[in-house]
C-alpha cells in the first residue's frame, strides 16, 4: 500500500475526533468535538462522563470527516484507532468502532499509540522521520525521546509525577481560573512579573531527563494565602517561567546527549508562546534547530493519529483484532524500566 487512505479515531481523553488522510500528509477531513465545557465544571476530565460523550459522538465525527472528505466507507484502505495510552473506558469507545467497521469491511486495522501521535506530530505530512529528540508535554504526559526514526524510540525520561499540562491545569484551578489551565495561565502570565515569585525547577540539576512538577504545584499553593487577587499575574508568571526552564533546559541537553540537531516539541503545552521563545532562543544558542506541532496538531486531535497509521500501513503493518487497549503508558513503544 503506498499511499493508503486512513480514517482514524482518537478518543483518548476529552476530544472526540476522526480524521480522513491521504499518506503521507492530505488531511482530506477532521471533526473534533470537544468536551473541555462539560468537563470545566468538574475542573477536570470525569472518565465516566467522558467515555458517555464519546460514545454519543464517535459516528457524528466519522460521518463528519468522511463527508469533508468526499469519501465513502467502502473507499477507506486502513481503519486506526488510539488504543493508550488513556482514560480505559473512552478507548474502548474508538477502538471498538474502528475494529467494527475494519471487521465489517475487511480491512486492516491499525492500533495507534497516543504519544507517537504527538511525538510525530511536528514531522505531519513528511514521508521519513528525521533523527530527532522528541518532547512530548500534554495534559497527560511529559516525555523525552530519543527518535531514530520512524517507529524507533527511546525513551529518555519522563515526569515522576504530574505531567506539564497537568501541572498548569491543577494551578489554573488552585488559582480558580478555569480549565484547561494552561492557556488561562499564559493570558495571566503575560502582564506578570516572571522573578517576583521564584518556584522551585524541580530535578533541573538531577542529570538525567526525568521531570517533577508536582512540588511546583504545591509550592504555590502554600504561597497562595500570603498572596492578594492582584498577586494573581505574578504568580502565573512565576510558575509558568518555572514549568518552562526546566522543559528548556532538559530538551537541549537531551539532544545534545543524543548528537541530535533537532528538537521536535509536541502535546499542548507545545502552544505556550514562553516555552516556544525561550526553546528557540537556547536551542539557536547551541546550534540546534526546533520544530514545533502545527498549533492544530497540539493539542488532541485525529489527525496525528491517521499519520502515524498512515506511515505505518505503508510500511505494510498491520493490528490484530484482538489488540487490546492499554490504558499506562505502554510497555512497547515507550517502555519504562
Ligand atoms: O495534548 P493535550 O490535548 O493533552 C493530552 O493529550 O493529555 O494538551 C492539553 C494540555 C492541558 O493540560 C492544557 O492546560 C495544556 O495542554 N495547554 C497549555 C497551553 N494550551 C494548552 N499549557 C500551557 N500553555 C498553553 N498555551
Ligand atoms: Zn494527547
Redesign the pocket.
Known amino acids: 500500500m503506498s499511499t493508503p487512505l486512513v480514517l482514524a479515531i482518537e478518543t ?2 476529552d ?1 472526540t475526533a476522526a480524521a480522513v488522510l491521504r499518506f503521507p500528509g492530505d488531511l482530506l477531513g477532521q471533526v473534533i468535538a470537544s468536551q473541555a465545557s462539560v468537563h470545566a465544571a468538574y475542573g477536570g476530565v470525569v472518565p465516566e462522563v467522558a467515555s458517555r460523550n464519546h460514545l454519543a459522538h464517535v459516528r457524528e465525527v466519522v460521518e463528519g470527516a468522511l463527508s469533508q472528505a468526499g469519501v465513502g466507507l467502502g473507499e477507506i484502505d486502513v481503519f486506526a484507532a488510539t488504543t493508550g495510552p488513556g482514560l480505559a473506558s473512552a478507548l474502548l469507545v474508538g477502538s471498538a468502532a474502528a475494529k467494527g467497521f475494519a471487521l465489517a469491511l475487511d480491512k486492516p486495522f491499525l492500533a495507534v499509540n ?1 504519544i507517537e501521535g ?1 511525538l510525530l506530530s511536528p514531522f505531519f505530512g513528511r514521508a521519513e522521520i528525521p533523527p530527532s529528540v522528541g518532547l512530548v508535554v ?4 511529559t516525555l523525552l525521546v530519543d527518535i531514530a526514526g520512524a517507529g524507533r524510540y527511546k525513551l529518555l525520561g519522563r515526569t515522576l509525577d504530574d ?4 501541572a ?2 491543577k494551578v ?1 484551578k488552585l488559582l480558580g481560573l478555569g480549565y ?4 488561562l ?2 493570558a495571566e502570565a503575560r502582564a506578570g512579573s516572571r522573578t517576583r515569585f521564584e518556584f522551585p525547577r524541580s530535578m533541573k540539576c538531577s542529570g538525567d531527563f526525568q521531570f517533577s512538577f508536582s512540588g511546583l504545584k504545591t509550592s504555590v499553593r502554600y504561597l497562595l494565602p500570603k498572596t492578594a487577587e492582584s498577586d494573581r499575574a505574578d504568580l502565573c508568571a512565576g510558575f509558568q517561567e518555572a514549568v518552562v526552564d526546566v522543559l528548556v533546559h532538559k530538551a537541549v541537553e537531551a539532544a545534545k546527549s543524543c548528537r541530535r540537531d533537532l528538537i521536535a516539541v509536541s ?3 507545545g ?3 514562553r ?1 516556544r521563545e525561550r526553546l528557540a532562543r537556547a536551542a539557536e544558542a547551541d546550534g540546534l534547530r526546533v520544530l514545533f506541532a502545527e498549533p492544530s496538531l ?3 486531535n485525529a489527525a496525528m493519529v491517521a499519520y502515524v497509521a498512515a506511515l505505518r500501513a505503508a510500511r505494510g503493518e498491520s493490528s490484530s483484532l484482538e489488540a487490546d487497549i492499554f490504558p499506562a503508558l505502554g510497555q512497547t513503544l515507550f517502555a519504562v524500566a
Request: glycine share 22%; charged share 15%.
Open positions: 483518548s481523553c476530544e497516543h504527538h500534554s495534559g497527560g504526559h505531567a506539564a499540562g497537568e498548569f491545569d489554573a484547561p489551565g494552561g492557556p495561565i499564559e502535546g499542548g503545552v502552544l505556550n508562546a516555552l497540539c493539542t488532541d
